[in-house]
Protein backbone atom coordinates (compact mmCIF):
# COMPACT_ATOMS: atom_id res chain seq x y z
CA UNK A 1 0.00 0.00 0.00
CA UNK A 2 1.17 3.03 -1.04
CA UNK A 3 0.50 6.67 1.15
CA UNK A 4 1.58 10.31 1.18
CA UNK A 5 2.15 12.37 3.90
CA UNK A 6 2.22 15.75 3.62
CA UNK A 7 3.58 18.48 6.45
CA UNK A 8 5.11 21.99 6.97
CA UNK A 9 2.00 24.43 6.93
CA UNK A 10 1.02 26.62 9.71
CA UNK A 11 0.40 30.15 10.18
CA UNK A 12 3.41 33.34 8.48
CA UNK A 13 3.06 36.80 8.60
CA UNK A 14 2.53 38.62 4.87
CA UNK A 15 6.04 38.65 3.30
CA UNK A 16 7.34 35.37 5.01
CA UNK A 17 7.94 31.99 4.27
CA UNK A 18 7.35 28.34 4.67
CA UNK A 19 8.81 25.18 3.02
CA UNK A 20 6.43 22.34 2.34
CA UNK A 21 7.27 18.53 2.25
CA UNK A 22 5.59 15.38 1.30
CA UNK A 23 7.42 12.05 1.77
CA UNK A 24 5.79 8.98 0.01
CA UNK A 25 5.98 5.28 1.01
CA UNK A 26 5.40 1.81 0.50
CA UNK A 27 5.40 -0.41 -2.10
CA UNK A 28 6.82 1.55 -4.73
CA UNK A 29 8.54 0.71 -7.79
CA UNK A 30 8.03 4.20 -9.57
CA UNK A 31 7.23 7.75 -9.05
CA UNK A 32 6.69 9.74 -11.72
CA UNK A 33 5.45 13.41 -11.13
CA UNK A 34 4.74 15.16 -8.14
CA UNK A 35 3.05 18.43 -6.95
CA UNK A 36 1.19 20.17 -4.79
CA UNK A 37 -2.20 21.93 -5.12
CA UNK A 38 -4.37 23.60 -2.88
CA UNK A 39 -7.91 24.86 -2.18
CA UNK A 40 -9.12 28.01 -0.71
CA UNK A 41 -12.69 27.91 1.29
CA UNK A 42 -14.79 28.31 -1.39
CA UNK A 43 -12.81 28.05 -4.38
CA UNK A 44 -11.77 25.21 -6.54
CA UNK A 45 -8.42 22.60 -5.77
CA UNK A 46 -5.95 24.07 -8.66
CA UNK A 47 -2.53 23.51 -9.41
CA UNK A 48 -0.03 25.10 -7.99
CA UNK A 49 3.01 23.20 -9.04
CA UNK A 50 4.41 20.06 -10.65
CA UNK A 51 7.68 18.60 -11.31
CA UNK A 52 8.49 15.52 -13.25
CA UNK A 53 10.61 12.65 -12.17
CA UNK A 54 13.26 14.61 -14.50
CA UNK A 55 13.27 17.62 -13.02
CA UNK A 56 11.39 19.71 -15.14
CA UNK A 57 8.79 22.02 -13.40
CA UNK A 58 6.17 23.74 -13.92
CA UNK A 59 4.12 26.42 -12.21
CA UNK A 60 0.61 28.72 -11.80
CA UNK A 61 1.31 32.39 -12.85
CA UNK A 62 0.17 33.10 -9.55
CA UNK A 63 3.07 32.10 -7.43
CA UNK A 64 5.71 32.29 -10.25
CA UNK A 65 9.10 33.90 -9.21
CA UNK A 66 7.90 33.49 -5.38
CA UNK A 67 7.47 29.41 -5.23
CA UNK A 68 9.83 26.68 -5.87
CA UNK A 69 9.01 22.93 -6.50
CA UNK A 70 12.00 20.75 -5.77
CA UNK A 71 12.10 16.44 -5.28
CA UNK A 72 14.76 14.31 -3.91
CA UNK A 73 14.36 10.82 -5.04
CA UNK A 74 16.32 8.74 -2.96
CA UNK A 75 13.58 10.05 0.02
CA UNK A 76 10.92 9.92 -2.29
CA UNK A 77 10.34 13.57 -1.43
CA UNK A 78 8.59 16.75 -3.08
CA UNK A 79 9.24 19.72 -1.31
CA UNK A 80 7.67 23.78 -2.36
CA UNK A 81 9.46 26.50 -0.99
CA UNK A 82 7.28 29.17 -0.17
CA UNK A 83 8.44 32.71 -0.45
CA UNK A 84 6.79 35.95 -0.21
CA UNK A 85 3.79 34.54 1.46
CA UNK A 86 0.57 36.77 -0.15
CA UNK A 87 -2.70 36.36 2.51
CA UNK A 88 -4.08 35.28 -1.10
CA UNK A 89 -1.86 32.24 -0.38
CA UNK A 90 -4.07 30.79 2.67
CA UNK A 91 -5.36 27.42 1.49
CA UNK A 92 -5.21 23.72 2.16
CA UNK A 93 -2.22 22.45 0.38
CA UNK A 94 -2.15 19.16 -1.01
CA UNK A 95 0.70 17.11 -2.61
CA UNK A 96 -0.31 14.39 -5.36
CA UNK A 97 2.07 11.64 -6.87
CA UNK A 98 1.67 9.37 -9.89
CA UNK A 99 3.15 6.27 -7.79
CA UNK A 100 3.32 2.87 -9.80
CA UNK A 101 0.83 4.72 -12.29
CA UNK A 102 -1.75 5.17 -10.07
CA UNK A 103 -2.40 9.29 -8.81
CA UNK A 104 -2.40 9.55 -4.49
CA UNK A 105 -3.20 12.16 -2.33
CA UNK A 106 -1.57 13.74 0.78
CA UNK A 107 -4.19 14.58 3.46
CA UNK A 108 -3.44 18.32 3.34
CA UNK A 109 -1.38 20.58 5.36
CA UNK A 110 -3.13 24.07 6.18
CA UNK A 111 -1.10 27.35 5.07
CA UNK A 112 -2.78 30.76 6.12
CA UNK A 113 -1.26 34.25 5.79
CA UNK A 114 -2.37 36.78 7.81
CA UNK A 115 -0.67 39.61 10.06
Known amino acids: QVQLVDSGGGLVQPGGSLRLSCTAS????????MGWYRQAPGKQRELVAV???????NYADSVKGRFTISRDNTKNTVYLQMDSLKPEDTAVYYC?????????WGQGTQVTVSS
Open 26 to 33: GSIFRIDA
Open 51 to 57: ITNIGRS
Open 96 to 104: KATINYNDY
